[in-house]
């Protein structure tokens, strides 16, 4: 069952994370942060289903050096965000001082309601303070 969850992806599914990964990856930080953002006309382009970006957001740590890895996508009135660190950095801190969010050391989740450019400037200006 988990390998056909997060091995078997249907090829709608794998040429969206190709197109994620080509097009939308973004790497910032001195590559120590890589963020993709995903809009809806991105969502509209690959008829995306829930669940379709489960995994997305751990792709950037195939980047040497990359820390922290995030996923913002654009739904309705918000921008979901997914935050991913490794070792001792904390984005449960950091997405709820800055993100309404919350959960656990090294992944954590957040929203913004500013729209996804501003929310993506906020997001470059303070991820600093994790380092």
Known sequence: MSDKVNNIFDERRLHYFGYA????????????????SIDKSD???FNLQLGDN?????YPFKIQGVQVAV????????VKISFRSKGDIDVNTFARKYFE?????????????????????KFIELVKELF
């Open 101 to 121: 969010g919350g959960g656990h050391k090294n992944a954590a989740g957040g929203k913004s309601m500013i729209g996804m450019e501003e929310t993506e400037k």
């Open 43 to 45: 969502a509209r382009k």
């Open 71 to 78: 996923l913002f996508s654009e739904e309705r009135e918000k």
């Open 21 to 36: 990964l080509l097009e939308k990856l973004k790497v910032v930080n001195e590559g120590k942060v890589a963020y993709i």
């Open 54 to 58: 489960e995994g997305l957001v751990n």
